[in-house]
């Protein structure tokens, strides 16, 4: 599968990716920071991430999947919202 889902729910046609805040960039996420060394090869790593996701995410829309994107930062902060977040996008997508 493209990008390699953390979780794939064939009965809701539904994946699920767990990303890291800085390695996949979480906008407006303090732990999506940039280091100082070097900046130009991170940079350069990070939009290769960045572009790399939209493109798994597109292949697997594209055959029919929801894609939904767990942030590393909302599982540890808001773990009980997100659930019912995703409880109600999996109900949404079998009905
Ligand atoms: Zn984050």
Known sequence: MPGKPDIVMPKFKTVI???GCFWHRHSACKKCTTPDTNREFWL??????IQNDLKNRQMLE???????????????????RLMNDLIAK??????
Do not use: P, T
Request: glycine share 2%; with cysteine.
């Open 17 to 19: 990716f767990v990303h």
């Open 44 to 49: 350069e790593k990070f939009n290769k991430n």
């Open 62 to 80: 594209k055959k029919g999947w929801n894609v939904i994107i767990l942030w590393e930062c909302e599982i540890e902060n808001d773990f009980d």
């Open 90 to 95: 999996l109900m949404m997508s079998v009905s």
